[in-house]
């Protein structure tokens, strides 16, 4: 039987899920019954049917199960969460043979589902396109064993390499990407849990840091302001999504949208702020700018991807974009070249 086949089959699946699983990660299953794939499903939303439920439900034959073999991108569960474990499902429908992606980084699985699988009699299979798996769910995999969200770092530059103009008459943005990326960037909040800006990019364009041009769920706002710069009748402040405003001082006032969070600015400012989103259980970030706060995780060394949009606009002088060095990744969105760039020294667990 080929495992490999069917597995890229539960990835594709699992990619269903992006964004809007959190905190759960995106898994996917498929049931196999003599070569012939007989049931197949996806995890949705977090509370809702894992996807070994949804495969086992899709089979229209259940007499067939005890012959068969479930695959599963990600280790079935154990434990009792919003849903019931899935090995127990396994277990309860006689599926002798299980083929696992990868293990469950969470300390809640870690190895616990496969060995109560096997201890029930299953032949058990792991590791089976295992790197794949693993970036299939590299902000899960970053978040349980670095303890800190996946960073993604965005930006878009001019032909000349600048980020935006020196002087601006208006607190509204200058685009220099096309509007094609500019919809491709709405989608990707969609994906992220949260998206960060810096003071400056606030004060200066007035940013609504939602997700307007793309249907999903609206990441989390995070905003640097030390000193209570930005004014308040600023769009972060509209209630629209949830808002987390990273400060110096303490005393503002909070409501169920806007929270304040003080952190020591004297000190690894990038590593206080992803220790932030980790204890509010964030799993990715997007940060969006401006240079100095991109500037400042990649000096930190506290990124792990970063997507970068060339536009066709000449600003002639300005604010200098950040640089990175070899790209992983180059395409074209109408004429913007977009550049996608790794941190390979972040990603030994993938």
Same mark, same amino acid.
């Given at each position: 039987?080929?495992?490999?086949?069917?597995?890229?089959?539960?990835?594709?699946?699992?990619?269903?899920?992006?964004?809007?699983?959190? *905190? %759960?990660?995106? +898994? !996917?299953? /498929?049931?196999?019954? $003599?070569?012939?794939?007989?049931?197949?499903?996806?995890?949705?939303? @977090?509370?809702?049917?894992?996807?070994?439920?949804?495969?086992?439900?899709?089979?229209?034959?259940?007499?067939?199960?005890?012959?068969?073999?479930?695959?599963?991108?990600?280790?079935?569960?154990?434990?009792?969460?919003?849903?019931?474990?899935?090995?127990?499902?396994?277990?309860?429908?006689?599926? *002798? %043979?299980?083929? +696992? !992606?990868? /293990?469950?980084?969470? $300390?809640?699985?870690?190895?616990?589902?496969?060995?109560?699988?096997? @201890?029930?009699?299953?032949?058990?299979?792991?590791?089976?396109?295992?790197?794949?798996?693993?970036?299939?769910?590299?902000?899960?995999?970053?978040?349980?064993?670095?303890?800190?969200?996946?960073?993604?770092?965005?930006?878009?530059?001019?032909?000349?390499?600048?980020?935006?103009?020196?002087?601006?008459?208006?607190?509204?943005?200058?685009?220099?990407?096309?509007?094609?990326?500019?919809?491709?960037?709405?989608?990707?909040?969609?994906?992220?849990?949260?998206?960060?800006?810096?003071?400056?990019?606030?004060?200066?364009?007035?940013?609504?840091?939602?997700?307007?041009?793309?249907?999903?769920?609206?990441?989390?706002?995070?905003?640097?302001?030390?000193?209570?710069?930005?004014?308040?009748?600023?769009?972060?402040?509209?209630?629209?999504?949830?808002?987390?405003?990273?400060?110096?001082?303490?005393?503002?006032?909070?409501?169920?949208?806007?929270?304040?969070?003080?952190?020591?600015?004297?000190?690894?400012?990038?590593?206080?702020?992803?220790?932030?989103?980790?204890?509010?259980?964030?799993?990715?970030?997007?940060?969006?700018?401006?240079?100095?706060?991109?500037?400042?995780?990649?000096?930190?060394?506290?990124?792990?991807?970063?997507?970068?949009?060339?536009?066709?606009?000449?600003?002639?002088?300005?604010?200098?974009?950040?640089?990175?060095?070899?790209?992983?990744?180059?395409?074209?969105?109408?004429?913007?070249?977009?550049?996608?760039?790794?941190?390979?020294?972040?990603?030994?667990?993938?």
């Amino acid at each position: 039987m080929d495992h490999q086949y069917y597995m890229r089959r539960c990835i594709e699946l699992a990619q269903n899920g992006l964004g809007t699983t959190y *905190p %759960n990660p995106m +898994v !996917g299953a /498929v049931i196999v019954h $003599e070569g012939q794939i007989i049931g197949e499903g996806w995890h949705r939303k @977090a509370g809702g049917p894992h996807a070994e439920v949804v495969a086992v439900d899709s089979v229209k034959d259940k007499t067939l199960l005890p012959q068969s073999t479930i695959y599963v991108s990600l280790e079935p569960c154990s434990h009792f969460g919003k849903t019931p474990p899935c090995c127990d499902l396994i277990i309860a429908q006689n599926i *002798p %043979n299980v083929v +696992v !992606g990868t /293990v469950d980084p969470n $300390e809640k699985v870690a190895g616990s589902g496969i060995e109560k699988l096997r @201890a029930a009699g299953k032949r058990v299979t792991v590791g089976v396109l295992e790197r794949e798996c693993r970036e299939l769910n590299k902000r899960f995999f970053t978040f349980h064993h670095q303890k800190r969200p996946y960073v993604v770092l965005k930006w878009a530059q001019s032909v000349d390499g600048f980020i935006a103009p020196a002087h601006k008459n208006s607190r509204q943005p200058v685009w220099i990407s096309n509007s094609y990326s500019q919809q491709l960037v709405h989608k990707w909040r969609t994906e992220e849990q949260a998206i960060l800006a810096g003071t400056q990019t606030v004060v200066d364009d007035n940013p609504k840091l939602t997700a307007r041009d793309w249907s999903g769920n609206q990441p989390v706002r995070i905003v640097i302001d030390k000193s209570n710069r930005i004014p308040k009748e600023s769009h972060i402040f509209d209630n629209q999504a949830p808002t987390i405003v990273l400060t110096g001082t303490v005393g503002q006032t909070q409501n169920d949208a806007v929270k304040f969070v003080k952190i020591d600015f004297s000190s690894d400012v990038p590593r206080q702020i992803v220790n932030v989103l980790y204890d509010q259980g964030l799993q990715s970030v997007i940060v969006e700018g401006g240079a100095k706060t991109l500037q400042s995780f990649i000096d930190a060394n506290c990124w792990d991807e970063a997507r970068v949009f060339t536009g066709q606009t000449v600003l002639g002088q300005g604010i200098v974009a950040p640089t990175l060095e070899r790209p992983v990744e180059k395409r074209h969105i109408g004429r913007d070249e977009l550049l996608i760039f790794r941190n390979h020294d972040q990603h030994d667990y993938l």
